[in-house]
């Protein structure tokens, strides 16, 4: 199975993002490292943005001064400095595509639906979990594309048109981040969105009245 899937299902028959920790990773001299390599530092997986090497000292080993940029939460920026000769560990990272299929909801005291995850499909047809936070931008616009979408299929069908065919498909890179001493977990983030909209021909007019979507809606509406 690949990485980034559990093997073993949950209750509900469904795929989660995989969070078992995997032991030790490769390292690399640090004097070697170049822009755009990855490193682990400070247990976080990142990509050096800057490097700056001094002159080799009474050793005989130069000084090695990185600027580095997390690979999952891209706003923190990192400044990591040491001898030459030292051996940074280097992330395990996969990149993979996913597409959404619809949302998992969950009714609450007053009877509306919250989002619990974006639901997708893998390469495999596998279905797989995105936990929802609804302070992730990414994930804020899926789903302003997910009701977009269901707005234009509802507008079709009013005008007689068939339903719209879309697909939204996610890029996900995923990267060790340090759990423990020498142990790792997958830590993942959306890199990028892509939304393709395909009109179909008109069919037979038909009535229907036109109701918006939202984040939060009273069960059994539509």
Request: glycine share 6%.
């Amino acid at each position: 199975p690949r990485r980034h899937f559990s093997k073993i299902r949950s209750e509900e028959g469904r795929y989660k993002m995989q969070q078992q920790e995997i032991e030790g990773l490769k390292g690399q001299q640090a004097s070697s490292i170049k822009v755009r390599g990855r490193v682990m530092i400070k247990g976080r997986p990142c990509v050096v943005k800057k490097v700056a090497l001094s002159r080799p000292g009474k050793h005989g080993h130069v000084k090695c001064n990185f600027l580095c940029q997390d690979l999952i939460k891209p706003d923190r920026k990192y400044q990591h400095v040491c001898p030459g000769k030292d051996y940074i560990e280097v992330p395990e990272v996969e990149k993979y595509e996913l597409v959404v299929t619809g949302l998992k909801t969950v009714e609450d005291e007053d009877m509306m639906e919250q989002i619990v995850a974006i639901v997708t499909k893998n390469e495999d047809d596998e279905t797989v979990m995105l936990p929802y936070d609804e302070e992730d931008e990414k994930q804020e616009e899926i789903l302003d594309y997910f009701y977009k979408i269901q707005e234009e299929k509802k507008s079709d069908d009013e005008k007689g048109l068939k339903s719209t065919e879309t697909i939204i498909k996610l890029s996900i890179i995923q990267a060790t981040v340090s759990a423990k001493k020498n142990k790792y977990q997958w830590d993942y983030r959306v890199e990028a969105i892509a939304c393709t909209v395909k009109k179909k021909k008109n069919k037979t007019k038909a009535g229907g009245r036109r109701s918006r979507g939202g984040r939060r809606r009273r069960k059994g509406s539509q």
